[in-house]
């Protein structure tokens, strides 16, 4: 089983609410990424949890918010989002961190900020 | 810091042609390179990867790729396409270190949207 589940598919919120992204494997993988894709453009690097560690894109503004509550499971925060947030929302996972691992990706929350 | 150009942003072929997609990327070491497919309203599907050895590799779905090292290019081929090879294709470069706290970061290509005419 290769399969990265993400939910919700779509969400659509206001510029003052408070909204999370959950991301699930249970391949046993011990590094796991959000990413953001807006449309016509590549995905874009947000964060990576592994072995608990959290890397940050520095570009990210801090209205993203992410949490592993375990290794299985990711979350992505989200508060004060403004308009421009509105994107495709991906997580993935590998079995470690190097570039060996492959990565597997979800299919994405589709998000919309009014 | 690394860069990845995919000079095509639409690329039609007929069912059945020969496909070649270009990648041109930018990194001071040895880089990691992968293909990856994404279908509409889907998450992307890794193809295939070189990290070093043989500079032609096989991927997933009929796929292959060849690095050369001495154009910076790692481009991806078919020999005879399929209608359900149209999607959006991305070429990735990933860099060690690239992030604060240490992690790695993969860099995206903008992507070559391919059509396949029956």
């Known amino acids: 089983d290769t399969e990265v589940t993400q939910t919700p598919k779509h969400l659509v919120m206001g510029m003052t609410n408070k909204k999370s992204l959950k991301c699930e494997q249970h391949m046993g993988h011990r590094a796991m990424y959000w990413y953001k894709q807006k449309a016509k453009k590549p995905p874009e690097l947000m964060f990576v949890y592994s072995y608990e560690k959290l890397s940050i894109n520095e570009s990210v503004p801090s209205r993203f918010s992410p949490e592993c509550p375990n290794s299985s499971l990711l979350n992505l925060h989200l508060h004060a989002l403004q308009p421009e947030d509105s994107a495709l929302y991906l997580c993935?996972?590998?079995?470690?961190?190097?570039?060996?691992?492959?990565?597997?990706f979800g299919p994405g929350t589709r998000l919309t900020v009014l | 810091a690394q860069s990845v150009t995919q000079p095509d942003i639409h690329i039609t072929v007929s069912e059945g042609a020969s496909l070649e997609l270009r990648c041109n990327y930018s990194y001071g070491a040895t880089p990691y390179l992968f293909w990856y497919v994404q279908s509409p309203g889907q998450g992307l599907q890794l193809l295939l990867k070189?990290?070093?050895?043989?500079?032609l590799v096989q991927g997933i779905k009929g796929f292959e790729a060849e690095f050369k090292r001495s154009q910076s290019s790692f481009n991806l081929r078919k020999p005879s396409v399929h209608w359900s090879d149209a999607a959006e294709y991305f070429c990735?470069?990933?860099?060690?270190?690239?992030?604060?706290?240490?992690?790695?970061?993969?860099?995206f290509g903008t992507g070559t949207q391919l059509k396949v005419e029956l």
């Open positions: 070189y990290f070093s050895g043989d500079t």
């Open positions: 993935a996972s590998s079995q470690g961190r190097s570039f060996t691992d492959t990565q597997y």
């Open positions: 990735a470069v990933g860099a060690e270190g690239g992030l604060t706290g240490g992690g790695n970061k993969l860099t």
